[in-house]
């Protein structure tokens, strides 16, 4: 910002190095401001105040080589720990399967359970019944297959490859059941 408060605008690679600016330095500057500018102070203070995200404590500093490294996963000397709780793509990834299979599973629970209610319709649902009961018994082991792959990437266990393998011969079989025949 120049002096009389209009925006100064800097293109990428203009030679203009970032710095870090401490949370007192940037009250005071707020507080010298009239008060139509002052109104976003609160903006500021909230992003200079202390904050608290589990093992990252203490006085947020803007600086962005900071912030990537508070954000990045990393282990020392590069090695998993077995307990340790991580997020990589592939958790990623377990994560999607097992929602979705998580969210179809109760879909089709309380489909069941609508239907069970029905009882003056229940000739009209009776062809619906066993391929009811069979996705849910499907989309139940997959969930919870695939939660148990979850599991065991997050923690870093030994088990997690079979389970992961479990899941992919569930999806298979999902797959092998729900494909459109000829």
Not at 41 to 61: C, H, K
Not at 70 to 77: A, E, N, R
Request: charged fraction near 15%; hydrophobic fraction near 50%; proline fraction near 3%.
């Amino acid at each position: 910002m120049e002096p009389g408060g209009r925006a100064v605008v800097v293109f990428a690679g203009a030679g203009v190095e970032l710095t870090s600016t401490s949370a007192r330095t940037v009250r005071i500057e707020a507080a010298i401001q009239p008060d139509g500018r002052r109104k976003d102070f609160g903006i500021v203070q909230a992003l200079t105040s202390g904050v608290n995200f589990g093992l990252f404590r203490g006085n947020f500093v803007l600086n962005l080589e900071i912030a990537m490294n508070s954000i990045k996963c990393s282990f020392p000397h590069g090695r998993r720990r077995q307990g340790d709780l991580t997020t990589g793509p592939l958790a990623v990834l377990l994560a999607i399967v097992t929602g979705s299979a998580v969210s179809l599973a109760v879909g089709l629970l309380m489909t069941g359970a609508v239907l069970l209610f029905m009882t003056d319709k229940a000739a009209r649902f009776v062809t619906e019944k066993g391929p009811l009961l069979q996705a849910i018994l499907l989309f139940t082991l997959l969930s919870a297959v695939s939660g148990l792959a979850l599991y065991g990437e997050l923690r870093a266990r030994r088990w997690r490859f079979g389970a992961m393998a479990a899941m992919v011969a569930m999806l298979g079989v999902t797959v092998w059941v729900y494909w459109p025949r000829g």
